[in-house]
């Protein structure tokens, strides 16, 4: 382009700077023309990436800052463990079970299938949390991410099993029990 310093990319709102006559019947002089700005305003933003990299000065709060900032409590260890988590799953399912079975047309079918629908989000869970608990010594990222999987797919699975091998399923209580159980994560964290 015109008062362009080489090596410099075209902006994303200026366009590319075709000549009329390198654009042939098949369009090849435009696309080349597109693939180079394209390499050139990539090569653009690696240089950014690199010039930030060397700007990484970030630094840790310390204990006496983060206390300044968010109050006394950052320091204490959280009341809420996985463990205590998954136990208040299994109450809230089985106060959903029967709440199922008080009011619901067929009593048993309904209570059961709230009862799956529980387990299916806390079954799971208790697995992920004892993985945590063996895994203290050596817990990774990799490791979270293996036990998350898992959970996910555990939990999948129980849908699954559910569908083809119970026939009586009701599904609201099932999906309503579940959704109540998965909800529990969150009043944990506001019971922090």
Not at 159 to 178: C, E, S
Request: charged share 15%.
């Amino acid at each position: 382009m015109v008062g362009q310093r080489p090596g410099k990319a075209p902006e994303a709102h200026e366009g590319l700077d075709v000549p009329p006559g390198a654009v042939g019947a098949s369009g090849r002089g435009r696309d080349a023309a597109a693939s180079s700005a394209r390499i050139d305003h990539n090569a653009r933003w690696d240089e950014l990436d690199a010039s930030q990299q060397d700007n990484n000065d970030i630094v840790p709060l310390t204990r006496g800052e983060a206390e300044q900032l968010f109050g006394a409590q950052v320091s204490r260890p959280s009341r809420v463990t996985p463990f205590r988590v998954v136990a208040a799953q299994v109450v809230l399912s089985l106060v959903a079970t029967l709440v199922w079975w008080l009011f619901y047309k067929q009593p048993a079918d309904a209570a059961l299938s709230a009862f799956l629908g529980g387990a299916i989000c806390w079954f799971p869970g208790a697995l992920f949390a004892a993985r945590l608990k063996q895994l203290s010594q050596a817990g990774t990222v990799f490791n979270w991410m293996l036990g998350e999987a898992f959970k996910m797919g555990a939990t999948i699975a129980m849908f699954v099993a559910i569908a083809f091998w119970y026939r009586d399923v009701q599904w609201i209580p099932l999906l309503v029990t579940y959704l109540i159980a998965l909800k529990t994560y969150w009043i944990a964290l506001a019971w922090r």
